[in-house]
């Protein structure tokens, strides 16, 4: 198996795990967005669940066959009506839809890898690269998702409070307007 493909269902793997744990967080904390503008971590996990159903397995199945394939646009097309819910229950509808797409990534072989279609935007792309897409952009909603739970704690965190200016957006949007 390439080393790419054991990478990524490596990462993959782990997803729906995460987002149980992160399930399990008090509702208040899931629905709060980090800052004005950016995705709660609720907001990030449907937006999973989204591209989970009608994005990747798809474009896999696409440069398989060779066929083009649009863009996805998440303010157009998230939040689509086959799933909505709490936490839970968006976790729940994402376990069959990953466990399918782990099985057609089962599927590919090293010869695979350099297969392309075309996508609507960014023109020729490969399958090796939209496996390391996918690998990033799933594990980014993560970081994405934790990134808002943290934010009610760190300023109440005192002294403590500097240890987390890489991640304290109340910080950096007052060092911005400053």
Partial sequence: MSDVI????????TSVGRWEAIA???????????????WSAIQALQHVVDTEHGVFRARMLAILDGRPFEAFD??????????AGSPPELVRALAPLRAASLE???????ADLSR????QELGEVTMAELLNEWAAHDTMHIVQAER???QPFIPAS??????FRDHDVEAGEAHRRA
Avoid: K, N
């Fill in 6 to 13: 054991a990478l990524v269902r490596s990462m993959l793997e």
């Fill in 148 to 150: 808002a739970l943290i």
């Fill in 158 to 163: 005192g002294p403590w409070r500097s240890y």
């Fill in 116 to 119: 392309t279609a075309i996508h």
């Fill in 104 to 110: 057609t990534l089962a599927g590919l072989r090293e």
């Fill in 24 to 38: 399990r967080v008090h509702p208040s904390l899931l629905a709060r967005p980090p800052a004005d503008g950016e």
């Fill in 74 to 83: 998440p303010d157009a097309q998230g939040g689509v009506d086959h799933v």
